[in-house]
């Protein structure tokens, strides 16, 4: 690491104070923006499609009158060359005879651009036309049906509900645009469905990550031989030796701080404010809880704090009795509470600048001390006030960043600072001389050791007086004698970073949380491994093995990681020139695809980790992968809006372009083959839902209606009749990211912008389905996908770079579509086309 990455390391607990309400003001608005450019896109591109279709659908109708009546064909012609490819849009949705008393009407619209007498002689003659075609429907009734026949096997044509059959097709609008869902023949009485809650449920399972890149102090070891951290929205509690983890859940958005009571026993957390699903800010607050039990022992703060909460820290003295807290306002609010009645002893102003940390000295409850960006504030709590002292740097460089502090055996405080130095505070007599009569005591420098070269990020003391530094650029941990000689030291590997927090285990053995989010487990002597990882950036690609209990994902920081279910680990970890978006596993499970940020996509053994293969498809970023289920052709979605197709051989280690599907109007979101390998489903980012027939040369089926009884083998297309009822009302068609039907097809998960996962029962057709809902990630869900064997979900955060892994707990027998099968057998036959 150099400096400029120490810098930005330092200054990242910083960040959240600067400006967010009007960042996020400028961001809801940029958002609003481009949702209303894709929409006008989207419905001008929708216009001309429908254009084509009539044009197209134009010699059809004529075909349907000649076999009629020979002169209502002559009609037609003459009207639809009067009046252009608009008239015969009205013409088309109307009988035939009010699509020429509608032309007619056009016509005297523009009588300005006619002559007079030509204009009566052309009325004359149209209205000649219009009865004479009044009178041919009332010879023959049902051309008018056969006419709206022929419209609704075109497609949806209009914006009426149910255009062809009203039992046989619905509308749901997402951001006031219309999008008609076909009901499949098995369905007979839509109205009759009864959605309700899957028998299945989900109990998390297991916690994959650790958030060390911008936060300090998050790593405590328990008497239980449990490690203590926190990411996302979970306080992991993991066994070292056992290998098993514990959560604690109760926390509404992303965990900030931790801090470990003098019993051992309790624990204190602080939580970030965040957002609901409308934009209004939560609460932050801090829990105090059981780290046996798991039980909420006292909520602190609610409606006090700001933003969040930044450090916490518990009284010694006095056996714990009291919790100081510095949230995330712009002054820093430093608070003191009562730990047994939840009631605020003391707050005050603490500095418009950074905070890194807090403490009280552990022989003396009514001092309290406080570091952050350029300063060391000492205070002193008296009758319900809060005083402060600024430390004195006097002949000493002042640093950028005081890191962290501990308290010696002598009372001393030190210091770790960013310019490498561990600094020893004492009192000082007042300074008469000086500063003349009514000078009190101050707080200097009584000594500077040079400890690291960067940042000093930690300090942990050890029984007996000795003490733990942990390194920035240099990644040492060094452990000095009580005198600040120092004894011993090691490098950790670069991959993982830096030192970032240290706790210890026995006095030999150390637990060591790193800012490239792993913690790693070590001794001086024999070096240190990793026993928990992850990545360091926003989580996006996610793929299950389909036959062994193994998945990938891919984020953007670069890292393509392999992770295994049942030892719950890093299998490995591979970095990439270009960070990864998507990725799919071969049906063979030999090798796996991952799309990139380019256009670029790469074919990986799983053995090897090798590139087998790589292609580039366009220059923008790709949305999705997936092989067809026998695995002989491998579908790209890109958001240059085509779908690229390959052929698939030689184990899926050889591919050539098969085709190209050209159709859609916004980038590619998500898409499915259907059982028998021939067809494609596909959503883009305008709420298309299109329908392509791969085999035919990757034809875009114009006629969705034909499509409504396809079988899929899998379904993570988010707009389809079959998850109809996973949308909520007034959703604008960003709120659901990514659903994965599992492999029974009894259930559907779905991720949501909301830091939600959803359990719905599959199919779900109706809307306002019911659902189990399930809390952890503190930031918007990517992804979700269930193991080969459906005995698991992973979900993926966004920004919270956590992967949290679901157990499927199975509940009462029966299927959802044998549910529906029967709700819908006694229902009389629908209608036919």
Known sequence: MDSSTNSLDD????????FPDRASAMELRLQAQEDEITLLKSSLADALRKLRLHDQLLPLMKQQLIAVNPGAARVLNQVYCLDGCASSRRLLSSSAGEGVRHTTTRVRRNSEKMGKDALDKQRKRLDKKAASSANLLARSPSLENRAKDLIASAGSLGPRRGTYSQEQSIKMFIRGRPITMYIPSNIQNYEDLKMEPPSEKLELDWVYGYRGRDCRANLYFLPTGEAVYFI??????????????????????????????????????????????????LQPCVHIWDSTTLVTLQQIGLGTFERGVGSVAFSFADSGAFLSVIDDSNEHMLSVWDCTKGTKHAEVKSTNEAVFAVEFNPSDSCNIITCGKSHVYFWTLSAGQITKKQGIFGKYKKPKFIQCFVF????????????????????????????????KETFQIMRQTRAHEGSVFTLCTLQ?????????KDRKIIRWSADLAPERECEIPEKFGAVRTIADVDGEELLVGTTRNAILRGTFSEGFVAIVQGHLDELWGLATHPSQNIFLTCAHDRQVCLWNTEEHKLDWCTTLEEYGLCADFCPNGSVVSVGLSTGRWLVLDLLTREVVSESTDGNEQLSVMRYSPDGSFLAVGSHDNFIYIYSVTDSGRRYARFGKCNGHSSFITHLDWSKDGKYIMSNSGDYEILYWDIAAGCKLLRNRFESKDREWASYTC?????????????????DINALCRSHSETVVAVADDFCKVHLFQYPCPKPKAPSHKYEGHGSHVTNVCFTHSDSHLLSLGGKDTCILQWRVVRGGVGDSRERLTSASSSSPEPATT
């Not at 010696?408 to 008469?432: H, P």
């Not at 007996?464 to 920035?472: E, I, K, P, V």
């Not at 988010?718 to 960003?734: A, I, Y």
């Open 408 to 439: 010696s055996l002598t009372g001393d405080v030190l210091t770790g600072d960013s310019e490498g130095n561990i600094l020893t505070w004492g009192k000082s007599a007042a300074d008469v001389k000086t500063l003349g009569k009514g000078a």
């Open 11 to 18: 200054a990242s607990a910083d960040s959240s104070a600067d």
């Open 232 to 281: 996302a929205c979970v306080v992991v509690l993991y066994h070292i030796k056992n290998r098993t983890q514990r959560h604690y859940h109760k926390h509404t958005d992303c965990v900030r701080c931790l801090t470990l009571h003098p019993d051992k026993v309790r624990v204190a957390s602080g939580q970030t404010a965040g957002v609901d699903k409308d934009g209004k800010p």
């Open 718 to 734: 988010v707009l389809g009749f079959h998850v109809m009822g996973v949308w909520l009302e007034g959703s604008d068609g960003t």
């Open 464 to 472: 007996g007086g000795a003490l733990l530094s942990g390194g920035g």
